[in-house]
Structure formats: structure tokens, C-alpha cells
């Protein structure tokens, strides 16, 4: 079927149901950025495949609203279906709900599934259209009534993951747990990533994030995984029962619930946890708490950081073997955006304990690099010439640690103009990396640093500056964040963040640099960042008249300790490769 004949099916059904409005969250029940197939209906309905965005349709109009990342890659991708673009966090934008309350009547019904939209989100949209009279349904999965060959859910086995690489056993993580209730009988979990460090557990479930599809429910002296029996092994299934954790089938969750909970105070995270399993607690005193184990990951113990340095001298590895191939490739061939992908990854597949991508690369030629998430089609990919620029952003999951860094390279002559830019979002890297900051500091007190260089010239970007990262888990990782938006919860000692602030020019290129870096002590009262991410910037961008004494000696001593680290990895002639480089800018 079409893009079109899906959404004639979908409003044909909705038209059947009485219901005039149905929006496609793009979410899952677990609230995954990076969706399983089975899940992907925003996808399958609109043909829009960015990571943020949500669809409604009408009998008289079918939209989908997203944020300026993804502007131009929507604008493209929702053209065979005939959608309309709706702007999210620009001047004047209306939210999905103001545009349904301002096209809809009183009592109409606008429907959605409750199993894949939080709660938090639910409550918001009845009581906006309840106050214009408007019924909200969460009770239908019309969309998955009409969608023809959906993909099946993954029957992958899931593993645990020894002390050695997490730093800490999963009986430890739950008496902690259980020491945060305060008063509760017990909590429950709906977040992938949250009940993989929880419990200890890593599989395939989800593409490029190494999750296991299940949820988790935890009292004072009992705990419960509800998880496909199949993918749990003998050896697993033991080893998480001597530390008390009961296993029950996936799909008995809003079964079972209603008896588990009668008569208990519930605490979960309603920003987190779908609307479908608080509606199967109809007897428990349910309450909204932010997920303990939330920030409890996010603060990376030492064994989590030795290991994400292990995986990064490791990427640094795989980045020089592949961006010298790049180089000797150019000199004599086009390679495709597709291609340089797929090498990328390739090289990354030969060190030891890759398990692969952590999230599919971002592999942006000449104008395609303004794509702020661009995806490089397989067929139909910019091949690239010797000239201009190639922005590469990518990443890595090894069983260790998780990677993400970009670069924006000259792969041919480039312009002043585009030099000028590059240096200015390198003045904003450093700035914020160089940062000392007081305990209690939030990331929106620092995404100025970032900006303050482009700002100064009139220009921005449409994207947070940081965000937080896992450890062998998702690649984007909260409570934490630096960005524009407010973000209540303090940075603090252990979480990782990215530091990528970017510039994007439509029509021409896009510039972005990247690496990773976690907070530690300054002092008592301080914190400053240490970077992890280990590979060259590219200095044949770089207008070095812009550059303070500060800023040289700042990417002199990065570059130099890029060499010190990787150096002893590498063979003669890369070495020589890489030294070059790394030589030092002239102070």
C-alpha cells in the first residue's frame, strides 16, 4: 500500500469508530526514540523516518509536526502522502493539540493508543480538549487494525553483563532502589535502558541501542521482569533469580498488574511510562515520581568510565584507519554517502568487542551535511568529489562503552566563508569544554558557551548542544541535557554528555563537531569536563585569525593527547598519518 492508500485505510476506520481526529505519537510502548519495526507507525503512515515528530490525521487533513532538525528531511519524506508540515518551536507554531481544538467541534472524539503514549502526555491532551469539549479515546489501535504486514516483534535472547564491565551487581542496584521509596510499596519500570542497568541485561531488540523489550516491577523484597521467556537462557534466568527476580511473560504486564498493585502506593515516572499499564492499576494510589534509576544510571561509576576510555582509544582506532582509507579512496573515486557509511562501519567492526552502530551514521555531503539528521538513502546517495565538505556524524556500541562523535571534514577547496563559520563552532566547542562550573549548575546555565561565538555574528543553530549518553546503552540518555530549554536536573559527577554545536547553511553545508565528555571534580564546589572522545578536528577549516592564544593552545594540547593515546595502536605509517594531523597550530 501507498503512503496514501494507509492513511484512506486509517480514516475509513476512524470514519467507522466515530472518531475524528487520530494522532500517531511515534513512539512505543516503552517511549523508544529509535523504534522496533513492529512499532514504527509514524513511519508507516507518513513516510517520515526522524527521530521526533508526531502525526495527526483528520478525514480533511493529515500532518505531521517536528522541530527544526528535521525540517528539511521531513519536507522531502512526507511528499508521497501528501502531508502537510507543521513547524514545531518556532514563532507562532501551534502545538498538535491547539491545531486539533481550532479545526475540531464540540463533541468530537480525537483518539490515540494508549499502550504507546506516556501518561503524562495523556492527561495533557484530555484536559486541553475536554476544556473545548472535545473526548479524548485511548482504548483503539485503529492504525495497527489497518496495517497490513506488520512486522513481527524480536525474538533475539538477551544477556546479562558481568560486574566487571557494569562496576556494580544488580542486587547492589536494587537495595539502593529500594531505599529511594520513601514511603512507596513498590515501583514500576517502563523504560528500556532503565531496566537494562537495573537488572544487568543488554540484547537486540531495538536497532542500534542494545535493549531488551520488557518492563520491570519492584517491591520491598520482590521483583519482577516481564520478558519473553524465550530469550532468557538457563544460566540467565538463574542468575537473576538468586537475586530475587521473578520472570513472567512479556505480555502478562496488564494482566497481572490490576492484582499486583490493589491496595499499594505505585511510584513511576508518568513522563516515561505508557497511559495503558497506569489504566491497569484502577485500585493502587499510583504517583508520579522522576525514575530514581534514571539519574542513578546517568552518574557513571568508575568502572563505567575506564570503559567508555577503552572504547574510545578504540574508536579512535577505527576512525584513523577509516579516514585514511576515505582519503586514498577520494584520490580516484567518488564513493557515495551510502558507501562511506557502511566503510565507517566496517572499520569500526575489526577492533575487539564492537557490537555495532549506535545509531545509524549521519553521512551529510556538500548541502546534505544542512540536514541536521540526514539519513543517506542506499540507492540514490550524493556521490563525493574533491571538493567541498563531508559532516560524518556517527558512533559505536562496544560492550564496554558507546561512542558518538562528528566531524566535518574538506574533502576539496571550500569557501572563506564556510572556513569562517567552522571556527566559530569551534570557539563555541572549546568554550563550553574549557568550562568550570559551581555543583548545582544545569545545562541550559551553559549552552551559552556554545553559542555565544555564532551568536555575535547573527547565527545559531536548531539543536540542543549536549546530550546525555549510556554506557553500553542508548546513545541519547537522560535526566541530563545541555540546551537552549530549561532542564531542572544539575549536571554531576559521572554523566557523560556530547558537546556538539553546529551551523547549518541550506543549499550548502552543514558543520557540526562533536565529542563526548564527563563531568568530574574540580573540587569540593566545582566541576569541570574531562573529553573522552579521542580523534583529530580538522584543521584545513580552520581560520586561525579567529582563534584567542587560548583556543590554539586548548586544541594543541586535544590534538596532542589524540596522538599520545592512539599512537601506540597504531602502525608506522599511520602513525605518521596521524602525527601530521596533530602537529600543533602556530600560537
Known amino acids: 500500500m501507498s503512503i496514501k492508500e494507509r492513511i484512506a485505510a486509517l480514516r475509513s476506520a476512524m470514519k467507522e469508530a466515530g472518531i475524528a481526529a487520530w494522532i500517531v505519537p511515534g513512539t512505543d510502548p516503552h517511549m523508544n526514540e529509535y523504534l522496533p519495526s513492529h512499532w ?16 495527526a490525521i483528520t478525514q480533511d487533513v493529515a500532518g505531521l509536526w517536528t522541530d ?18 507543521f513547524k514545531e518551536m518556532v514563532p507562532g507554531a501551534q502545538t498538535i493539540g491547539q491545531y486539533l481544538c481550532s479545526t475540531l467541534k464540540e463533541g468530537d472524539k480525537v483518539a490515540l493508543n494508549g499502550l504507546i503514549v506516556p501518561e503524562n502526555l495523556t492527561q495533557a491532551y484530555k484536559a486541553e480538549f475536554a476544556a473545548k469539549g472535545i473526548e479524548l479515546v485511548t ?48 515501583a514500576f519500570f517502563n523504560m528500556l535502558d532503565e531496566n537494562a542497568w537495573l537488572f544487568n541485561l543488554r540484547g537486540s531488540d531495538v536497532k542500534c541501542n542494545p535493549v531488551v523489550m520488557c518492563y520491570s516491577w519492584v517491591e520491598k523484597d520482590a521483583a519482577i521482569l516481564f520478558v519473553d521467556e524465550n530469550k532468557v537462557s538457563d544460566t540467565d534466568r538463574e542468575l537473576l533469580e538468586n537475586d530475587g527476580i521473578s520472570i513472567f511473560p512479556y505480555h502478562n504486564v496488564l494482566t497481572m498488574l490490576p492484582e499486583l498493585s490493589e491496595g499499594k502506593k505505585v511510584i ?13 492499576m484502577p485500585d493502587a494510589q499510583v504517583s508520579h515520581v522522576a525514575s530514581w534509576v534514571a539519574l542513578a544510571k546517568a552518574q557513571k561509576n568508575e568502572t563505567e568510565r ?4 577503552l572504547a574510545m582509544v578504540k574508536d579512535g582506532v577505527a576512525l584513523v584507519h577509516f579516514y585514511r582509507w576515505l582519503e586514498e579512496e577520494l584520490k580516484n573515486n567518488t564513493p557515495d554517502e551510502y558507501q562511506i557509511g557502511r566503510q565507517l562501519d566496517f572499520f569500526r567492526s575489526q577492533q575487539d568487542d564492537y557490537i555495532g552502530e549506535s545509531f545509524s551514521p549521519i553521512v551529510g555531503y556538500k548541502s546534505n551535511g544542512a540536514i541536521i539528521h540526514y539519513s543517506a538513502p542506499e540507492k540514490g546517495s550524493k556521490k563525493v568529489e574533491k571538493e567541498g565538505s563531508l559532516l560524518l556524524d ?15 571534514i574538506a574533502v576539496g577547496p571550500v569557501s572563506d566563508k564556510m572556513k569562517r563559520d567552522f571556527t566559530l563552532v569551534l570557539k563555541g566547542h572549546i568554550a563550553l569544554d574549557r568550562a568550570k562550573f559551581p555543583k548545582g549548575t544545569r545545562g541550559a546555565q551553559l549552552d551559552v558557551l556554545a553559542r555565544m561565538a555564532l551568536w555575535h555574528e547573527g547565527k ?7 546530550h546525555g549518553v549510556g554506557h ?19 549536571l554531576k559527577e559521572g554523566m557523560i554528555l556530547s558537546n556538539e554545536p553546529g551551523y547549518y547553511v541550506a543549499g550548502e553545508y552543514g558543520i557540526r563537531i562533536e565529542n563526548l565528555f564527563v563531568v568530574k571534580a574540580l573540587n569540593d564546589d566545582f566541576y569541570e569536563f574531562e573529553t573522552l572522545t579521542l580523534y583529530p578536528i580538522e584543521k584545513q577549516l580552520i581560520d586561525v585569525t579567529l582563534l584567542t592564544t587560548i583556543e590554539k593552545d586548548w586544541l594543541n594540547d586535544y590534538h596532542q593527547k589524540v596522538y599520545d593515546k592512539l599512537s601506540s595502536k597504531l602502525n608506522e605509517e599511520e602513525k605518521a598519518w596521524l602525527r601530521e594531523k596533530t602537529l600543533p597550530i602556530l600560537v
Not at 522531502?76 to 501528501?82: A, L, P, V, W
Not at 513511576?268 to 491497569?280: G, I, L, P, Q, R
Not at 559505536?396 to 566531524?407: L, N, P, S, W
Open 40 to 55: 514504527a507507525e509514524r513511519s508507516y503512515i507518513s513516510g517520515f523516518t526522524g527521530s521526533a515528530g508526531k502525526v
Open 268 to 280: 513511576t515516572d508518568f513522563n516515561k511510562t505508557n497511559h495503558a499499564v497506569v489504566s491497569a
Open 460 to 466: 545559531d543553530y536548531l539543536h540542543g548542544t549536549g
Open 306 to 309: 575506564e570503559g567508555t576510555r
Open 472 to 490: 553500553f546503552l542508548n546513545v541519547h540518555e537522560g535526566p541530563q541535557s545541555i540546551r537552549k530549554e530549561e532542564n531542572m536536573t544539575p
Open 68 to 85: 527544526g532538525r528535521y525540517f528539511l528531511q521531513a519536507t522531502e519524506q512526507i511528499k508521497e502522502g501528501g502531508l502537510q508540515l
Open 394 to 408: 556517527s558512533g559505536g556500541q562496544y560492550k564496554h562503552g558507546t561512542t558518538d562523535i562528528t566531524r566535518t
Open 139 to 186: 482504548d483503539l489501535d485503529l492504525l495497527g487494525q489497518t496495517w497490513q504486514g506488520r512486522p513481527e516483534l524480536s525474538d533475539d535472547p538477551l544477556f546479562t553483563l558481568p560486574e566487571e564491565i557494569t562496576g556494580e551487581n544488580t542486587a547492589s542496584k536494587l537495595t539502593r532502589l529500594r531505599e529511594s521509596f520513601d514511603g512507596a510499596d513498590a
